[in-house]
């Protein structure tokens, strides 16, 4: 079972947010019961960049075991 | 209507005409600016007291439905002494050796008027040991995809309205290893790391790459820790009769994954505060 799972970057709606989280969303297009963001601290990511690519690779899998479990219900139902 | 019945002059029959609304319209307008005492919303509260606007901007607060979206126009009454209840518990935290996560699980919320449901989440990049709390911006009770933020500051969970309060946890401490550099034939056995080590008298540390007897006998078990000084550390293990440690071993902290406080306006429904045990 393939999916492409997309990540965007999604801008929080207040100065003070934006300011102390980078967040990322996971989705895949059509099936928004599967979509899950990941906040990460700023201050994190200055310390380590890595973060970022770490950060996205989890969201990515998570995504797709979302999908992948929405899928067996859907299935089911 | 049937509130302001008693503040209003209705007009005779159903207003027709353009110019009938108009006046109906204008006639209600001017009621709701200068009667603050007796204007009233929901029936608990007066205009005057808990917005201080017009109409219009009142009637755009108001949903097809005529719920209330803004949450200065919920009543502080609720059912159980509670505004809502999650139903589950959403929260776990972890750590590796640098930085903590927080993890929301998908879950439910049960208010008065709906059942909200929001999807998972994570929050990373956080501090090991430390107590948050955790929060979404929700002002429109739509759920599914939010952003979740964790703040040290309680206050910030009630900073903005519309704010939807998910939990408080404490994250797990880091999982960080040290490398041995010394161990003694004794009892108890005291351990060199050679850096500090940063642990606490408790912590659990798994020992690896020992040599000779420290090896044979303490590879891969699990010991609780007394910590001597931020370089030694000690476990509860006679080892007099070991041959001279020579050289190497690791010493990894473990860290469990921890459970999250109550949130919402009530926790989770199975929380042991409310005394309920599900079925």
């Known amino acids: 079972m393939s999916v492409e799972v997309k990540t965007r970057r999604i801008v929080p709606a207040t100065e003070h947010e934006r300011q102390k989280w980078f967040v990322l969303e996971g989705y895949v297009e059509g099936v928004p019961a599967v979509t899950k963001r990941t906040s990460i601290a700023v201050t994190a990511l200055v310390a380590r960049p890595a973060l970022l690519e770490e950060s996205r690779a989890k969201l990515i899998a998570d995504v797709t075991e979302y999908y992948e479990n929405f899928k067996l219900l859907e299935d089911i139902g | ?279």
């Open chain 2, 1 to 279: 209507m049937s509130q302001l019945e008693g503040i209003l002059r209705a007009p005779r029959g159903n207003p027709a005409t353009l110019r009938d609304w108009e006046q109906f319209l204008r006639r209600l307008n001017e009621q709701m600016k200068f009667d603050g005492e007796r204007a009233v919303i929901n029936a608990l509260t007066t205009i005057a007291s808990r917005t201080g606007t017009d109409l219009e901007t009142l009637l755009q607060m108001l949903t097809d439905q005529g719920r209330a979206q803004d949450q200065r126009f919920l009543p502080q009454v609720s059912a159980g002494n509670v505004l809502s209840l999650q139903d589950v518990n959403p929260l776990i935290a972890s750590s590796d050796a640098v930085t903590a996560t927080i993890s929301i699980a998908p879950h439910s919320l049960q208010y008065g008027f709906d059942v909200i449901s929001f999807n998972g989440g994570t929050i990373t990049g956080l501090l090991p040991s430390t107590t948050y709390f955790v929060y979404a911006d929700d002002p429109d009770y739509e759920g599914g995809a939010v952003s979740y933020f964790a703040t040290t500051v309680r206050t910030n969970v009630v900073a903005s309205n519309g704010r939807y309060f998910v939990g408080s946890i404490e994250t797990a401490i880091s999982a960080n290893t040290a490398a041995i550099i010394g161990a003694t034939s004794a009892s108890p056995i005291v351990f060199e790391t050679g850096t500090a080590h940063g642990w606490s008298t408790g912590n659990e540390v798994t020992l690896s790459a020992l040599p000779g007897d420290f090896g044979t006998n303490l590879n891969g078990n699990d010991y609780s820790i007394t910590v001597v000084d931020p370089t030694h550390f000690s476990i509860a293990v006679d080892g007099s009769a070991y041959v001279p440690y020579t050289t190497g071993g690791l010493a990894s902290r473990i860290s469990q994954d921890l459970p999250g406080g109550a949130g919402g306006g009530g926790g989770w429904v199975d929380n042991p505060y409310y005394g309920y045990s599900p079925a």
